[in-house]
Nanobody, 111 residues
Framework: VQLVESGGGLVQPGGSLRLSCAAS????????MNWVRQAPGKEREFVSA???????SYAPSAKGRFAISKDNTKNTLYLQMNSLKPEDTALYYC???????WGQGTQVTVS
């Protein structure tokens, strides 16, 4: 199983980014997937999840600004992030449901 995130970067407050997570070694359509983030000096924090039936959940901090989606034909998970705030600065991880497999993370900096 391999998860490779991309799409992070430096953005000004109010800006947008779209994170991608390319999955290999398993069929993502049969798994739930999560986005988790970790800011410097803080614990890892749940951001959003999509289960195998397409049901979606968000952390309160992400609701209304972030949108999770999955393209099963490309085995890829996405996180569209809008209206970014400095407090969204973190390393963002793509994680399988049950937190068994993690990507290496992609850095998002809002400044």
């Amino acid at each position: 199983v391999q998860l490779v995130e991309s799409g992070g970067g430096l953005v000004q407050p109010g800006g947008s980014l779209r994170l991608s997570c390319a999955a290999s070694g398993f069929t993502s359509s049969t798994y739930g997937m999560n986005w988790v983030r970790q800011a410097p000096g803080k614990e890892r924090e749940f951001v959003s999840a999509i289960d195998s039936d397409g049901r979606i959940s968000y952390a309160p901090s992400a609701k209304g600004r972030f949108a999770i989606s999955k393209d099963n034909t490309k085995n890829t998970l996405y996180l569209q992030m809008n209206s970014l705030k400095p407090e969204d600065t973190a390393l963002y991880y793509c994680v399988t449901s049950g937190y068994a497999y993690w990507g290496q993370g992609t850095q998002v900096t809002v400044s």
